[in-house]
């Protein structure tokens, strides 16, 4: 059972765009939501993360948005630069004592 | 400060074949995981800890065993390699369990033929 569900599977956006990756949990009882980002050959690492009685956060170019009444949170990389390429996966904490769940990943590139 | 390091970084086992997965962190953290990355799959949860002498089974056990004798390491067993157990493996720490920031290491790449 996917607890949480990412899209889109891969993602190609032009410099300078904004990217938007979307996130949909099951779960009412997750409580805590981080985004990481993973480089080829590399683990994931924090990136951004969020609890839920916050509708967004924002650090830099990348945003949080958090919508607890539809289950969903999504991603906003602004100004999207190449070095921005990279699998992103959303989570989701709960569900279990001290488990995260991972979403499926979203492999995006940008292109110059 | 090394973080969490991980050994061997490449593996090819035969099916049968049981090795083990070592992961050190040098943060002091209490928490420590495995993940099994594995494409369309995203990270799955193999066994976690939330201190030494306690461990527990994520959401993919079969197959695998941990243990946890001190706060430093957290080696994963594979007892018999399948090749179904063919994936990257990710160890992470984290210093209150999953709700602060979980550091991986840079992963096993492991294949069962």
């Known amino acids: 059972q996917q607890q949480v569900k990412q899209s889109p599977q891969s993602l190609i956006v032009q410099k300078g765009g904004i990217s938007i990756i979307n996130c949909a949990y099951e779960?009412?009882?997750?409580?805590?939501f981080p985004w990481y980002q993973q480089f080829p050959g590399k683990g994931p690492a924090l990136l951004i993360a969020?609890?839920?009685?916050?509708s967004e956060k924002k650090e830099g170019r990348f945003t949080i948005s958090f919508n607890k009444s539809a289950k969903q949170f999504s991603l906003h990389i602004m100004d999207s630069q190449p070095g921005d390429s990279a699998t992103y996966f959303c989570?989701?904490?709960?569900?279990?004592?001290?488990?995260?769940?991972f979403g499926t990943g979203t492999k995006l590139q940008v292109i110059p | 400060n090394a973080g969490v390091t991980q050994t061997p970084k490449f593996q090819v086992l035969k099916t049968g074949q049981s090795m083990t997965l070592q992961c050190a962190q040098d943060?002091?953290?209490?928490?420590m995981s495995w993940y099994r990355q594995d494409p369309g799959m995203g990270l799955r949860l193999i066994h976690y800890?939330?201190?030494?002498?306690?461990?527990d089974q994520g959401e993919v056990p079969n197959g695998y065993n941990v243990s946890r004798s001190t706060t430093e390491d957290f080696p994963l067993r594979l007892l018999s390699a399948a090749p179904s157990q063919t994936s990257v493996y990710f160890c992470?720490?984290?210093?209150?369990?999953?709700?602060?920031?979980?550091?991986f290491g840079q992963g096993t790449r492991l294949t069962v033929v």
């Open positions: 779960n009412t009882a997750f409580d805590y």
């Open positions: 992470a720490s984290s210093f209150q369990g999953a709700v602060t920031e979980a550091f």
């Open positions: 989570a989701a904490r709960g569900g279990g004592y001290q488990k995260v769940t």
């Open positions: 800890s939330v201190g030494a002498g306690i461990t």
């Open positions: 943060m002091n953290h209490e928490y």
């Open positions: 969020i609890r839920p009685d916050v």
